[in-house]
């Protein structure tokens, strides 16, 4: 076990700080690009139609993430998904001011897909690098580096736009995917899950042969991660509104104030559970998933209900801690089903989440022109913590009721 964490140790760090790199990208263009296509639309409406084709694109990459990844080098669809996104992001600077709503529109297809394939490809591919004593770890070090990554994106991008501009913004986005790319190249580690090595063929794999294959423990965290994903686009969307509501001399600061104590919350959940996970041999605890995950939804709720800025530092810091444990036991538990299928079930996933983000920004969008902040996101992490709440429920029962032996009617790898 030892000579397996050694070999592993310098490819899961490349993978890690190409991890970083490229959701520095992610987040940086997130506000960058939003930006710019209010700016060259003029249109929120059109800026909301961008974010939707970016989520679109998203959804429909995850099936088919999931097959690409049983049949193609993890490692190279990674490379190609980076480097077509810093390609997409010149060939907007470089594109003529007429063209460039075109390519706009064209890029969020790119970004979309990408980045799902990019996590649809890692997410499947840890347990063949680290092994599975090794994944709690490496999950949390992940979640570490992206909560890293997103304090640096969101608090880098309203500055170089502000002091240099869309195009220097946009071409360090795409440094950020170039070196990436760059980093992912010297990961050699990686094989092609193919449908012989993992033990039948692919034709016909679709969800009527998936589904029955995994234990509905997992099909149930999927779902609740999913409803998460749906109240996490209420204060995502409502954050502006209740910052111009709280601060309205300086909304952005407040804004600040929220967002920064968030990352700083996921970068503390993942280096804790990083060291505690070092000696795990169970991880993916579903009870510790459903807790965290009804923890964040109603620390974000408490968030909302107008408490003293302290206050809202405190609950912000919480939430992210709380949601940084949730991801890390979610993809962990996901990973433990058999390698034959992981890939597709992670795109599953990948397609869930995002649909419910996306459904959950249209709808908080709408329901924001009538109502104010707190009962939007009051609702929407509402119907998350209730689901949560569901899953806790239903799984302690079966826990109790079920004997051990029988635990396992899923075809998966045990942890």
Same mark, same amino acid.
């Given at each position: 076990m030892?000579?397996t964490g050694?070999?592993?140790?310098?490819?899961l760090?490349l993978?890690?700080?190409?991890?970083?790199? +490229?959701?520095?990208?992610?987040?940086? &263009?997130?506000?960058?690009?939003g930006l710019?296509a209010?700016?060259?639309?003029?249109?929120?409406?059109?800026?909301g139609?961008?974010?939707?084709?970016r989520?679109g694109a998203?959804?429909?990459?995850?099936p088919?993430a999931?097959?690409?990844?049983?049949? /193609?080098?993890?490692?190279?669809?990674?490379?190609?998904?980076?480097?077509?996104a810093?390609?997409?992001?010149?060939l907007?600077?470089?594109?003529?001011?007429?063209?460039?709503?075109?390519?706009?529109?064209?890029?969020?297809?790119?970004?979309?897909?990408?980045?799902t394939?990019w996590?649809?490809?890692?997410?499947?591919g840890?347990?063949?690098?680290?092994?599975?004593d090794?994944?709690?770890?490496? &999950?949390? &070090?992940?979640?570490?580096a992206?909560?890293?990554? @997103?304090?640096?994106?969101?608090?880098?991008?309203g500055i170089?736009?502000?002091?240099?501009?869309?195009?220097?913004?946009?071409?360090?986005?795409?440094?950020?995917?170039?070196?990436?790319?760059?980093?992912? +190249?010297a990961?050699?580690?990686?094989?092609?899950v193919?449908?012989?090595?993992?033990?039948?063929?692919?034709?016909?794999?679709?969800?009527?042969?998936?589904l029955?294959?995994v234990?509905?423990?997992?099909?149930?965290m999927?779902?609740?991660?999913?409803?998460d994903?749906?109240g996490?686009?209420?204060?995502?969307?409502?954050?502006?509104? /209740?910052?111009n509501?709280?601060?309205?001399e300086?909304?952005?600061?407040?804004?600040?104030?929220?967002?920064?104590p968030w990352a700083?919350?996921?970068?503390?959940a993942?280096?804790?559970?990083?060291?505690?996970?070092?000696?795990a041999?169970r991880?993916?605890?579903?009870?510790?998933?459903?807790?965290?995950?009804?923890a964040?939804?109603?620390?974000?709720?408490?968030?909302?209900?107008?408490?003293?800025?302290?206050l809202?530092?405190?609950l912000?810091?919480?939430?992210g801690?709380a949601?940084? /444990?949730?991801?890390?036991?979610?993809?962990?538990?996901?990973?433990?089903?058999g390698?034959?299928r992981?890939?597709?079930?992670?795109?599953?996933?990948s397609?869930?989440?995002?649909?419910?983000?996306g459904?959950? @920004?249209?709808?908080?969008?709408?329901?924001?022109?009538?109502?104010s902040?707190?009962?939007?996101?009051?609702?929407?992490h509402?119907?998350?913590?209730?689901?949560?709440?569901?899953?806790l429920?239903?799984h302690a029962?079966?826990?109790?009721h079920?004997?051990h032996?029988?635990?396992?009617?899923?075809v998966?790898?045990?942890p």
């Amino acid at each position: 076990m030892r000579s397996t964490g050694e070999s592993s140790a310098r490819p899961l760090r490349l993978v890690v700080a190409a991890h970083a790199v +490229s959701t520095y990208g992610s987040f940086l &263009n997130m506000v960058a690009l939003g930006l710019f296509a209010l700016e060259i639309t003029g249109s929120a409406v059109s800026t909301g139609i961008f974010m939707a084709v970016r989520l679109g694109a998203g959804v429909l990459t995850g099936p088919v993430a999931g097959m690409l990844v049983g049949r /193609y080098p993890r490692a190279r669809l990674m490379i190609g998904g980076d480097l077509l996104a810093a390609g997409a992001l010149v060939l907007l600077v470089v594109a003529p001011s007429a063209a460039r709503p075109t390519v706009l529109f064209a890029l969020a297809v790119v970004i979309g897909g990408s980045q799902t394939l990019w996590m649809v490809a890692l997410r499947s591919g840890l347990p063949e690098l680290v092994g599975p004593d090794g994944l709690a770890r490496a &999950n949390a &070090n992940l979640v570490a580096a992206r909560s890293v990554a @997103m304090l640096l994106g969101f608090g880098s991008a309203g500055i170089l736009v502000t002091l240099f501009g869309y195009h220097a913004a946009f071409l360090l986005d795409a440094a950020s995917f170039a070196l990436s790319a760059l980093l992912l +190249s010297a990961v050699r580690v990686w094989r092609v899950v193919s449908s012989r090595a993992a033990g039948g063929s692919h034709r016909g794999s679709g969800l009527r042969r998936l589904l029955p294959s995994v234990a509905p423990v997992v099909l149930a965290m999927i779902a609740v991660r999913s409803l998460d994903a749906f109240g996490s686009a209420s204060h995502n969307v409502g954050l502006p509104v /209740y910052a111009n509501l709280a601060w309205p001399e300086a909304p952005a600061a407040f804004a600040a104030l929220f967002t920064t104590p968030w990352a700083v919350g996921g970068l503390a959940a993942g280096r804790w559970c990083a060291r505690r996970a070092a000696g795990a041999s169970r991880p993916g605890s579903p009870r510790v998933f459903g807790v965290a995950t009804c923890a964040m939804s109603l620390l974000f709720v408490l968030a909302f209900a107008g408490p003293p800025i302290w206050l809202v530092v405190v609950l912000a810091l919480a939430a992210g801690m709380a949601d940084g /444990y949730a991801e890390i036991s979610y993809t962990t538990r996901l990973q433990t089903v058999g390698s034959s299928r992981l890939p597709q079930l992670v795109g599953l996933a990948s397609a869930a989440q995002n649909a419910g983000f996306g459904i959950g @920004m249209i709808v908080s969008a709408f329901a924001l022109e009538r109502l104010s902040p707190l009962p939007v996101v009051a609702l929407a992490h509402g119907l998350a913590f209730a689901a949560a709440g569901a899953f806790l429920v239903s799984h302690a029962r079966s826990s109790a009721h079920r004997p051990h032996r029988q635990l396992t009617k899923e075809v998966e790898v045990a942890p």
